[in-house]
């Protein structure tokens, strides 16, 4: 897992998406419910398109499949909780999937 920060607010989380079915509409739910919660601005970027986290809809565009390498992005004031904890979640699920 690969972490970037810009020092003004922007964090950037490397990870791969291991649910054996990838990005569905249950997880995308679960991630957008989660990004709501935090102000910041949060999105998901997977191969080489973004979406906003906070969208379930945009985030099923990604078509994330498993093994999908995603950039977890996030700028404002809660970034860093965002980023880290919605990285943890999805891991998380990973694992119970």
Known sequence: MKISSD???RIAREFYLQNK????????????KV????????????GGHAADAKSALALLTLAATPGSRLVLVGEGQ????AVNFLVEFITSQDRES
Do not use: D, F, P, W
Not at 21 to 32: F, V
């Open 21 to 32: 079915r990838g990005l569905h509409l249950r997880l995308a739910g679960e991630i957008a």
């Open 7 to 9: 020092g003004c607010g």
């Open 78 to 81: 809660q970034a860093s909780e």
């Open 35 to 46: 990004a709501t919660r935090y102000n910041a601005e949060v999105k998901l970027v997977a």
